[in-house]
């Protein structure tokens, strides 16, 4: 059991646990999760940080149809610039790997921005913690898990 599910357990939400077997030759990890689940990749999320002109990081879960608009989370989060955060890091301050890096149960809370379009789902898909492991929930349960921000941060490619 992972430290994000640990913490919906421990909030008494609704949500379900799948698991698919994962590919490490996999090109990316949320299509692959997508496919897995037999699910539109407009209802799996990424999870993604971000680190400001400032050096503060943030956490974006958008769309894995899509892409993070970095301009807009910066918007979003009251930056003047985003770029990506590095890989190492992101690593060791959610105390997930990429390809599994859950919005919940991370090692220390960030500030959270979640793409608006999950709104209109009844059930979004998010890592569980690991890679192979998704976790099915209400969008407003993850919005309240997080303390989290609606904002158009998602780009369709």
């Known amino acids: 059991m992972t430290p994000g599910i640990r913490q919906a357990e421990k909030a008494g939400i ?8 994962h590919d490490p030759n996999s090109a990316s990890y949320g299509e692959e999760a997508a496919n897995a689940l037999g699910v539109s990749q407009t209802e799996v999320f990424k999870t993604l940080l971000a680190q400001s002109n400032d050096g503060k990081l943030v956490v974006a879960v958008v ?3 899509g892409t993070l608009d970095l301009k807009a989370l910066a918007k979003a989060s009251g930056c003047k610039k985003m770029e990506m955060a590095d890989p190492v890091k992101a690593e060791k ?12 149960g991370q090692k220390k809370r960030l500030p ?12 979004m898909h998010v890592s569980a913690g690991k890679r192979g492991l998704e976790i099915s929930l209400q969008p407003e349960d993850l919005l309240k898990l997080t303390q989290g921000k609606w904002a158009l941060i998602g780009r369709v490619d």
């Open 14 to 21: 609704f949500f379900e646990i799948k698991e698919y077997q």
């Open 63 to 65: 769309p894995v149809a």
């Open 93 to 104: 301050t959610t105390g997930y790997v990429v390809g599994g890096i859950s919005p919940l």
């Open 112 to 123: 959270t921005f979640i793409d608006s379009s999950a709104q209109d789902l009844e059930t």
